[in-house]
């Protein structure tokens, strides 16, 4: 499975980004989500969605200005990122959980079995 992230850049603060990601393959039951990872930070879970119903949770530190999405036709997941600000500079980095069956989104990197390469979003003051 290849996962393809797009859509990062830079952008001043208050502004907006969409990062999205496909996957060339999927499974029965898996889940998507969002890492990402600030210069000398470790990695932070984004927030993820159950692919089945496309039901999503995002993390505390994002709740209320990042949105996760899907469109199941096309195998792609959607970041909006809104109202950004400079502690949101980092490399995104989109995860595939394959065979999650019915368990929670899991916020622990281990817990993923498929790692795109990153974008960089860049949030300057």
């Known amino acids: 499975v290849q996962l393809q992230a797009s859509g990062g850049g830079s952008v001043q603060a208050g502004g907006s980004l969409r990062l999205s990601c496909a996957a060339s393959a999927t499974f029965s039951q898996y889940h998507m989500g969002w890492f990402r990872q600030a210069p000398g930070k470790e990695l932070e879970f984004v927030g993820g969605i159950i692919w089945r119903d496309g039901k999503p949770i995002t993390a505390d530190s994002v709740r209320g200005r990042f949105t996760i999405s899907r469109d199941a036709a096309k195998d792609t997941m959607f970041l909006q990122m809104n109202d950004l600000k400079p502690e949101d500079t980092a490399v995104y980095y989109c995860?595939?959980?394959?065979?999650?069956?019915?368990?929670?989104?899991?916020?622990?990197?281990?817990?993923?079995?498929?790692w795109g390469r990153g974008t960089q979003v860049t949030v300057s003051s």
């Open positions: 995860v595939m959980r394959a065979n999650s069956r019915r368990t929670p989104i899991s916020r622990l990197p281990s817990d993923y079995d498929y």
